[in-house]
């Protein structure tokens, strides 16, 4: 059985899908999994053992299709579903006039839009992978429960001199970046928390952010090691991996830790964990099956949020409450915690 999995982005939304892929190339008899991305995501899914064949779109979408073309698919599982991959599976349908089976899953759109607009959730206290699972229910494959996958090759493992000395007996891993603005905690709040916590930091983001990082080193230029923009996406899980815990924004390396089963403190800013994105070890919820390893770390108090299920460049309020206004005291104290847990 040949099967065609979609997801064009971003590195922690193509993480939320490995364990689809694990399952279906371990449970399903004889099936040969593809797996179709952006050529920009290629390193989060190039190491992965249950994928038999990957595609890499770069900008035209007719390329991809005519090399897709070769294969002759009896399932396609979309899991990103919008236009561009409506338009792969019509293609690839079309072709060979043939009965595809096609599985995609629920994005909910309808309870998120009411959600942001009217603050009423309907939204299920479950995991946006649970949802996938869902849509492939009827192909007979089960969530086996082991969470999510992040494959490191060898040659990008860290080295013994990659990190600081005084980093060498255990650190924190911060991922300070983000694509929206409105879901990153201030440098102000960084600085102020990094300057109270007793323990070892590494800052870890992009090129992008390696100018905010600097300014929170600057609190504690011994203590606190900047990363960003130093290491690949590999190099940057593999510290994550290693690190006594993570505390990071919604983002990719936030799911790369939850892949690693890593103790995780998220933040969350202008969008909230009940969209269905927050870290999952392959059992967990918001209210019901709380992971133990997991802090939701946000401002409940501010009536405006969700105010988008993405982000923004600027809050729309002007005032990004939902961020300022955290409890500095609160992150120390779970970071306290998680820092003396074994």
């Known amino acids: 059985m040949k099967i065609l999995i979609i997801r064009f982005s971003s590195i922690g939304d193509i993480v939320l899908t490995t364990p689809v892929i694990r399952c279906v190339k371990t449970q399903l008899p004889n099936a040969e999994v593809h797996f179709l ?20 779109l770069e900008g035209d979408l007719i390329p991809v299709i005519m090399e ?3 294969e002759r698919y009896d399932v396609i599982i979309d899991l990103h579903k919008n236009l561009r991959t409506r338009y792969v599976k019509s293609m690839l349908t079309q072709a060979f006039n043939s009965n595809i089976r096609k599985c995609a899953f629920s ?19 479950r995991s946006i ?15 086996d429960g082991q969470g999510l996958d992040y494959f490191i090759p060898k040659n990008d493992e860290l080295k013994k001199d990659d990190l600081p000395t005084a980093h060498s007996l ?8 983000g694509q929206h603005d409105t879901k990153k905690m201030p440098v102000a709040k960084w600085q102020e928390f990094c300057r109270q916590l007793d323990f070892p930091i590494v800052l870890l983001g992009g090129k992008e952010d390696a100018q905010q990082a600097e300014k929170i080193r600057k609190v504690d230029e011994v203590k606190i090691y900047n990363a960003c923009g130093k290491f690949n996406l590999n190099e940057s899980a593999h510290i994550i991996q290693k690190a006594r815990f993570v505390i990071s924004h919604d983002t990719g390396l936030m799911h790369i830790a939850a892949a690693f089963k890593k103790p995780i403190i998220s933040i969350w800013g202008n969008t909230v964990p009940a969209f269905g994105m927050f870290p999952y070890y392959g059992y967990n919820n918001i209210n019901t099956n ?20 993405i982000g923004y460049s600027t809050c729309p309020k002007k005032h990004f409450n939902c961020m300022n206004k955290l409890d500095i005291a609160e992150l120390l104290a779970v970071s306290n915690r998680f820092m003396n847990e074994k």
């Open 68 to 70: 897709l073309l070769k």
């Open 170 to 177: 255990g650190y924190v891993a911060c991922s300070i970046g």
């Open 107 to 125: 994005k909910l759109n309808v309870r998120k839009w009411l959600l942001v607009n009217t603050k009423i959730n309907l939204l299920p206290d």
């Open 37 to 56: 991305t952006k050529k920009s995501f290629q390193t989060v899914v190039e190491n992965n053992p249950y994928i038999d064949k990957r595609f890499y």
């Open 129 to 143: 992978v649970e949802r996938y699972f869902d849509g492939i229910k009827a192909l007979g494959v089960k969530n």
């Open 290 to 309: 709380i992971a133990p390893k997991s802090y939701i770390y946000e401002n409940k108090k501010v009536r405006c949020r969700p105010c988008s299920k």
